[in-house]
């Protein structure tokens, strides 16, 4: 009556490592189509080529793919991952309340206190400035 019986533990195991490897093959897949396509190297007959290769002889292909252009595939990869970084930074930067730049609280009563000396704004409207700058 059990059920484990009707499906034994090596089958399992059977079926976790199919599924495992199945997995895998759908990431290779897609690691090299996108490898592929974002190469700025290969023209669009290259990598039309390249995708038919893949396409008609998967195994083959993505294996050729790997062994030739493996070393290519992770320099490309640190570069993007480093530009992304870069960019994050830069970003960062920008929005930083406590840098420099233009951004943050310091900087906006720097404004404010400006178009008051300037006679732009009331003492009242740069205290409301103030009080609002603090308050986010």
């Known amino acids: 009556m059990p059920i484990a019986s009707d499906y034994p533990f090596l089958d399992v195991m059977g079926s976790m490592l199919f599924f ?3 997995v895998i093959w759908f990431w290779l897949l897609i690691k090299v189509f996108a490898d ?37 595939m992770t320099q490309r990869d640190l570069s993007q991952a ?3 970084q870069q960019q994050f930074d830069e ?5 930083s309340t406590t840098g420099g730049g233009g951004g943050g609280a310091a900087a906006e009563i ?14 009242s409207e740069y205290d409301t400035l103030k009080a609002k700058v603090l308050a986010v």
């Open 20 to 22: 495992f490897l199945w």
């Open 36 to 72: 592929i396509f974002r190469r700025d190297d290969l023209g669009g007959g290259a990598k039309t080529l390249w995708i038919i290769f893949v396409i008609v002889l998967p195994y083959l292909g993505v294996f050729i793919y790997l062994i030739t252009q493996g070393q290519h």
């Open 82 to 84: 480093q530009a992304s």
């Open 91 to 95: 970003y960062v930067r920008s929005v």
């Open 110 to 123: 720097a404004r404010a206190k400006e178009l008051l000396d300037a006679g732009s704004i009331t003492q």
